[in-house]
């Protein structure tokens, strides 16, 4: 057996040492790009808004603060 | 005699500001009447005032005190009357009242209470099969069941007749002559002189956009 | 407290920090899984099957610090109201229940081969998957009120609840496996760890802490935004 | 004190003139115990063995039944408010309410759990035993329900989403409960497992007023 069948062998465990890392990697992934996707469609939404809201507000006086956010 | 103030309240609910900068100062006997559109946060100002909402700013002060330092205190000088009756089906009227008298422990009045909201011959009726008006005037009769010296009451004349409405006018009347406060929202109108108004229609924070948690 | 915290600064340090935490997860979690993989020994009893345990142990401490990390955040929310606390331990609390699914997951992988069954009702599995059932709960809670503010206290609520009760039903679990079943010859972390399996092992680690880092990072900058979108969405009711 | 009595009396007189109620767990406890051996087969001495973990579970899912209305009817007529705001301690008048709880629901499953024992066909030297733990355990099931009833307080599916949060606590009662009848049936001592039960009930004493009451607090506010 060469190296490296042996090594995706893994002693015989293969069945089991690879699903587990396999998942461990899907899991991980998954979350971190549902954790994205989230947060692109949210931040798209937000600017859809604020371009709304700018028009809106334009003639009151502090509006701007909607853009920045309130400064401490 | 001991004041009973709010100071700079700000008052948040789901995640929308419902008033801002919203101070009054209220002396023995003396009466507020809260008015303002729909959802100016005329119960919300009222459940601030019971402690059982916390404002985001500013302070809620009796004698100088903040109301959530001893809310016990609090709580047992205080009547709230809310859109609830909490009125038991399955409990006579007299049942009923006798048990939220007994709870706040003071010396307690059932019968003349019963009496002045023309209940008296309803007392051992079954809560379920009172109508809407008798209800809120079982609710209305806690008020009188036990003394508090502070009445807040949200829309108490909701479903009452016009003699009952009398008759709630002539209660508010007594207890403040006998120094006790009161603050009422309502939308009809209620026969109390002196009353200070209060809008909460100025108080709106403008529609902004604001950054908020 | 509530009128000072400030979302575009959290905003604005996150942004900051997110690099360099994203680089430091990615180079450790690529460092332990080469160590892993590549140079830590087989076991003598296990063999290969060891190198699952550097993915299942590592998820196993996660999915109880993150639960941790949850009931300290809703102590801060609930004593001293910090929207900041809530939002943590809302973007914290899917996280750690993917923790607890890859460490029940993957300890059944393990186990098949050693235990010759998918599930065993071994006092550490069976401890992690209450576990799992309070990460559920945390979330349901979380969701179930058209108030989110009302969400945020009832989970907060619910989480230290549970913190104190953790150890009581790890403590009950251990009781009731030791009863039912003669300690287990095979543990799945292993009576004592060699060195050269401990390193591989602790930089791994490292790598989960700091992906959860980021990605916790992440999720409450995107719960910031959807509560600035609510805002404006409720901004927007009252304005008409 | 006077005020925690009150509060007991109270809801005893609510849930005597709607008995229905009470005796909606206890038929459930019984239907539900009597189904098992419809499921695993009359096997007496199969049925022997499973007894106290059938008789603990069934009891668990019963009480989980009753738990909704803790809390609810209160809540929604605006008599919890009212609680809230007299002049007794939250946190007293949940014990009281709790009390209630216990003295309408657990205790009258314990009033039944003899007749399931005969039906499992149950060592009748283990029913002493059987029934001191649920005396113990019962009152931490209503302690800890309490905490998942008012926090689901206006939720969005509230009666689904209580055993949800609330069954994982209940594992270790669950353990302790039929830990204790098993070593009484086994002739071992069952001290162990009811002094835990105990501890774990002293536990819950403090730990549910507290929750419950910011638990209420925030449904309120």
């Keep these: ?72 | 005699m001991a004041l009973f103030e709010a100071r700079n309240l700000d008052c948040r609910r789901g995640g929308r500001d419902v008033f801002a900068g919203l101070s009054f100062s209220l002396p023995a006997g003396g009466a507020l009447l809260l008015t303002g559109a729909n959802g100016t946060g005329k119960s919300s100002l009222l459940r601030l005032l019971a402690g059982l909402l916390r404002p985001v700013g500013g302070a809620i002060l009796w004698d100088g005190q903040p109301i959530d330092a001893e809310p016990g205190d609090h709580a047992a000088r205080l009547h709230y009357l809310g859109h609830l009756d909490a009125v038991k089906p399955v409990l006579s009227a007299k049942e009923n009242l006798r048990f939220w008298a007994a709870l706040r422990g003071r010396a307690a009045s059932i019968e003349p209470a019963l009496d002045h909201f023309a209940l008296s011959a309803l007392a051992d009726i079954p809560g379920r099969l009172l109508s809407a008006g008798q209800h809120r005037r079982l609710a209305l009769a806690r008020l009188l069941a036990s003394p508090a010296e502070l009445w807040l009451l949200d829309e108490p004349s909701v479903g009452l007749d016009h003699a009952s409405v009398g008759k709630l006018a002539e209660a508010i009347a007594k207890h403040r002559a006998g120094g006790g406060r009161v603050v009422v929202a309502t939308h009809m109108a209620l026969d109390m002189p002196g009353a200070e108004p209060l809008s909460l229609d100025a108080l709106a924070p403008p529609p902004l956009p604001e950054m908020v948690w | 407290m509530h009128r000072f915290a400030n979302p575009a600064r959290f905003t604005r340090i996150a942004d900051r920090v997110l690099p360099f935490v994203a680089v430091a997860a990615l180079a450790s979690l690529g460092i332990g899984f080469y160590l892993a993989l590549f140079v830590a020994p087989g076991d003598y009893q296990q063999g290969e099957s060891v190198r699952i345990m550097y993915v299942h142990v590592p998820s196993a401490w996660m999915a109880m610090f993150i639960y941790v990390a949850i009931a300290v955040a809703s102590a801060v929310a609930l004593v001293w109201r910090h929207p900041l606390a809530d939002l943590a331990a809302k973007a914290s609390a899917p996280i750690g229940a993917g923790f607890a699914f890859l460490t029940l997951a993957t300890g059944s992988l393990w186990g098949r081969p050693m235990w010759g069954t998918w599930w065993e009702w071994d006092g550490r599995l069976t401890s992690m998957l209450i576990l799992f059932f309070l990460y559920l709960g945390h979330i349901a809670l979380m969701h179930a009120f058209e108030d989110q503010q009302r969400g945020y206290r009832a989970a907060a609520v619910l989480a230290l609840v549970g913190v104190i009760n953790i150890p009581i039903i790890k403590f009950s679990v251990d009781w009731w496996s030791t009863l039912h079943q003669p300690a287990s010859v095979l543990r799945l972390d292993g009576p004592t760890i060699h060195a050269s399996m401990l390193w591989p092992l602790l930089i791994t680690a490292l790598g989960f802490k700091l992906y959860y880092l980021v990605l916790v990072l992440l999720r409450i900058k995107s719960e910031l935004i959807a509560a600035r979108l609510r805002a404006l969405d409720l901004a927007k009711l009252s304005a008409t | 004190m006077s005020g925690l009595v009150l509060i007991v009396g109270r809801d005893l007189r609510l849930a005597l003139r709607q008995s229905a109620d009470a005796w909606l767990a206890v038929l459930f406890f019984v239907l539900t115990g009597a189904l098992f051996p419809f499921g695993i087969g009359p096997e007496p001495s199969l049925l022997k063995l499973i007894a106290p973990g059938v008789i603990w579970v069934v009891a668990l899912l019963a009480v989980l039944l009753s738990l909704e209305r803790l809390f609810l009817a209160d809540y929604e007529d605006g008599s919890l408010e009212q609680l809230l705001l007299s002049p007794l301690p939250l946190e007293l008048a949940i014990l009281g309410k709790v009390l209630a709880h216990w003295l309408t629901t657990g205790l009258p499953l314990i009033a039944a759990a003899p007749l399931l024992a005969v039906l499992f066909n149950m060592d009748m030297a283990g029913l002493g035993v059987l029934l001191l733990a649920m005396l113990l355990g019962t009152p931490i099931l209503s302690l800890i329900g309490a905490i998942g009833a008012a926090l689901t307080l206006g939720a969005r599916r509230g009666g689904v989403l209580i055993p949800l949060l609330v069954l994982p606590l209940y594992i270790p009662a669950l353990i302790f409960g039929v830990g204790a009848t098993d070593a009484a049936l086994a002739g071992l001592s069952a001290r162990p497992d009811l002094m835990l039960l105990a501890a774990l009930l002293l536990v819950m004493l403090v730990i549910t007023p507290l929750a419950g009451a910011a638990a209420l607090r925030q449904a309120l506010e």
């Design chain 1, 1 to 72: 057996m060469t190296e490296i069948a042996a090594f995706f062998d893994m002693g015989g465990y293969a069945a089991f040492v690879w699903p587990s890392l396999g998942l461990t990697l899907v899991i991980m992934l998954g979350l971190l790009l549902q954790t994205l996707r989230q947060l692109r469609v949210r931040q798209r939404r937000l600017a859809d808004l604020e371009a709304q809201g700018a028009q809106r507000f334009r003639r009151q006086p502090g509006a701007q603060t909607s853009t920045t956010g309130r400064q401490s």
